[in-house]
């Protein structure tokens, strides 16, 4: 294996001015799924600003990977508006119960507040916490959901999908101040100095068609990258679980300046439509590759990402389709950057890739 020659910060960096760089960069999709690895349960990690930041130290120093981020899981936001959300042992948060069941109380929601509204306190002080352990020798981000995802959690998955159709209006309204509660997470996260970036799983083609994607979600996103892009400067990068092909345009048109692709969907496809104008990241399959998979598989899937991906015109980003999963041996995850530093290393070699 070579020598790396750049710290990961100082190759983002680079990577971002368009100069050369010794390896391509390599962000595995981690975060709570983790915990095992510090020995806390993920109950104790949601609640802990400590714990968060320490997971994330221990992981960089172990994988030397290219990024490291906290988020506020997919129900963040929609606890600090009011749901109720569950925080098991060993595995993500989930919805216990919607902050509204009526499409009537909609217009009762309030704005949050985010230094006081639910975890969300904890999670800026996780973020200052790794910031100012890490944010020298790597890039520290702060990730969370797309408006849509946050408004499945404060309303019900299953409403939002049927109210969509019943009461459009509502469901607009639910939307804006969806938008304006990411907003105010945005301003007081934007003021510690890391990038943001969403995870928007609801919007996926998979759940919703690109029509209404267009209609409900990408208004209230288009918000959030607005107030991304005057507080902080930079653009914001986004990953959508399952199918997303059918929104890609859309998406990129925004103002995202990476679009991370489940693996799902084909990176040469993504590479080929909007590589051209955006950052393509993506796309080993974290269930059947990285935790279930050998060495050899995961050699493999690596290997084609790249194949498939380095020569994207904006850039290419190493990366999972999707949050490796709770229980994911460390020395799975090791493999996964081994490999990237294999096949990654720069100049490519297309012998190697090929072979």
């Known amino acids: 294996m070579f020598k790396e020659e750049m710290t990961p910060k100082e190759r983002v960096e680079a990577f971002s001015r368009g100069e050369e760089i010794d390896r391509l960069i390599c962000v595995p999709d981690m975060g709570v799924t983790m915990v095992p690895f510090i020995g806390v349960t993920a109950k104790e990690y949601y609640h802990s600003a400590e714990l968060m930041a320490n997971l994330e130290i221990a992981l960089f120093k172990r994988l030397r990977h290219d990024g490291v981020s906290i988020s506020t899981s997919l129900r963040g936001v929609a606890e600090a508006m ?3 959300v569950g925080y098991p042992d060993y595995g993500i948060s989930y919805l216990i119960e919607p902050a509204i069941k009526s499409v009537n109380e909609i217009e009762s929601l309030k704005i949050i507040d985010p230094l006081k509204d639910g975890n969300l306190p904890v999670l800026i002080e996780a ?12 890039d520290v981000g702060a990730a969370m959901s797309g408006p849509f995802s946050v408004a499945a959690s404060v309303v019900g998955t299953e409403n939002l999908l049927k109210w969509m159709i019943k009461y459009p209006k509502k469901v607009h309204t ?4 969806v938008a304006e509660c990411n907003n105010r997470y945005i301003e007081e996260v934007s ?11 609801v ?11 267009k209609e409900f979600s990408l208004p209230a996103l288009q918000k959030n990258i607005n107030k991304i892009k ?9 990953h959508i679980c399952g199918k997303s092909k059918g929104i890609w345009e859309d998406v990129v048109n925004a103002g995202v300046s990476n679009f991370s692709i489940d693996n799902a969907e084909d990176l040469e496809e993504a590479k080929e439509l909007i590589g051209d104008r955006v950052v393509i990241t993506g796309n080993v399959p974290p269930v059947d590759t990285i935790y279930a998979g050998t060495k050899d598989d995961i050699f493999n899937s690596v290997k084609e990402c790249i194949r498939k991906g380095y020569d994207s015109k904006k850039g290419y ?6 949050q490796i999963p709770m229980h994911t041996p460390i020395e799975k995850v ?3 950057m081994e490999a990237g530093r294999t096949y990654g290393k720069c100049p490519i070699d297309l012998k190697l890739l090929n072979e």
Do not use: N, Y
């Not at 003021?191 to 799983?201: E, M, N, T």
């Not at 998979?206 to 209404?212: D, R």
């Not at 005057?230 to 986004?238: D, L, N, R, V």
């Open 230 to 238: 005057e507080k902080t400067g930079g653009s914001p990068a986004i």
């Open 191 to 201: 003021k510690l100095g890391v990038s943001i970036g969403f995870a928007d799983p």
């Open 127 to 138: 973020i200052k916490l790794t910031r100012d352990a890490l944010i020298d020798e790597v």
């Open 82 to 84: 009011g749901s109720k």
């Open 334 to 336: 090791e493999m996964f």
């Open 174 to 177: 639910l939307m804006d101040i």
């Open 317 to 322: 980003i190493l990366s999972t389709g999707c």
């Open 203 to 213: 919007s996926s083609t998979s759940l919703i068609s690109p029509k209404q994607f």
